[in-house]
């Protein structure tokens, strides 16, 4: 540890993981990557990262470990890093959802697990689609650790991105994204699918403007990473989507 | 007549109309601006125009009026040009919805009058907002005449201000317009409310990431202009609204 700048892991080298292993790099950290061969090998041809390892390789090695997987396989490995992390190991995520990954930290005991997420992303995803300025300007969600430590090593390293720590409880993280993040997701396909299922809208979909192209970007994103994504946070979604229907309601009948 | 570039009239220099009058003046139209005095000064110093004139004098002096104003002040002004229209004029306007005043063209006998519609725009309003590039690449929706020449005249037109004419009749226009961008349009105001109306997610609306701002900023669109055109299309809105409604009320349930 010692120096300022901690040795990171990043778990999974998708768009959210991949970034952050370019701008922490970038930024004169030590970064391992953790994931497939192809991806490991695209991560360090790209100078992404200084080297790879095996989750318990990192976490034996680093400061810090940055869960970037899907939601499922980020608890699944919280789970693995329980059984091989050292005292003070500072674990976090980038998940769309805390609640969940919070209750399986404190159930396991990790007491220097901070949840994390950066408010930033793209329709696009995987490794080719990362780059070091994703996070420039975004808020970036952070559930305190029991251990006060962890959370400032995570801060510095959100701001060192540069983007800005917003420190949250989990469920109100959870109420929040619902609104200004899973509830639009859902709408953009919802807008085009109907616009799709009009046979007349959907052989002039390509006459749409930038409003409409606007509001169905999202609708390229990875539908089986969101389905796992509003599965977590089905509560909050099913209650935000609520409004947003009560919302469209007021309006027609207007 | 004569020349290969018509004068055109074009009543009402908004954000569409005052940027049909740069992209048209850029392109070496001579045309003429009618709007209230001080609008048209700014048009005037901006040479968005070469000159203006009341709505007569422009029927009198030009090869084609543009109107550019509201629907239903568009509308009023059709009948007011159907009084002092040379046979041959050609009208045309840029209004959202087509039914209604391709109806009332009929119905005042205007065999010259072409229904038109660009796909663009911002949520901006206004001269200020106004830019002759704005129609660069986007679909122009151009319901015919019965007067070809007309047609041929205004998909010209169309053309030279870099967009591309989709010929198509009022009631496919307005059921496809009503998905691509009347439906988005209140989609996007119920995020925004939705969103305002949680506590939690109205104090921390600041955080949320590029999805949310860009599925919201049709939002920040002129509110009275809107609700005329929902109103002039509201059947086909309805519709379209309900599919949607149908489309998230199965992502809910899923």
Known sequence: M????????????????GSL??????????VLGVDRPHVRRKARRARAVQATASTVEAAAECDVVVLAAPPRASRALLARLA?????????TDVGSVKGPIVREARRLRLRSFVGGHPMAGTERHGFAASCAELFRGAAWWIV??????ATRIVRRLARTVGAHPVIVDAAVHDRVVAFLS????????????????????????????????????????PVALWR??????????????????????????R
Chains 1, 2 share one sequence.
């Open 21 to 30: 292993a370019r701008a922490l790099t970038a930024a004169g950290h030590r």
């Open 2 to 17: 010692g120096g300022s700048r901690p040795t990171v892991a990043v778990v999974g080298l998708g768009l959210v993981g």
């Open 228 to 253: 796992e994504i509003l599965d977590e946070n089905r509560h909050e979604v099913v209650r935000a989507l609520a409004e947003v229907g009560r919302r469209l309601a007021g309006k027609r009948g």
């Open 83 to 91: 059984r091989v992390a050292r005292p003070g190991l500072v674990v």
């Open 144 to 149: 305190p650790a029991e251990d006060e430590r």
């Open 182 to 221: 899973h509830a639009p997701q859902v709408v953009s396909w919802a807008l085009l699918e109907a616009a799709r299922r009009d046979p007349a809208a959907r052989r002039h979909l390509s006459a749409a403007g930038p409003g409409f192209r606007d509001m169905t970007r999202l609708a390229g994103s």
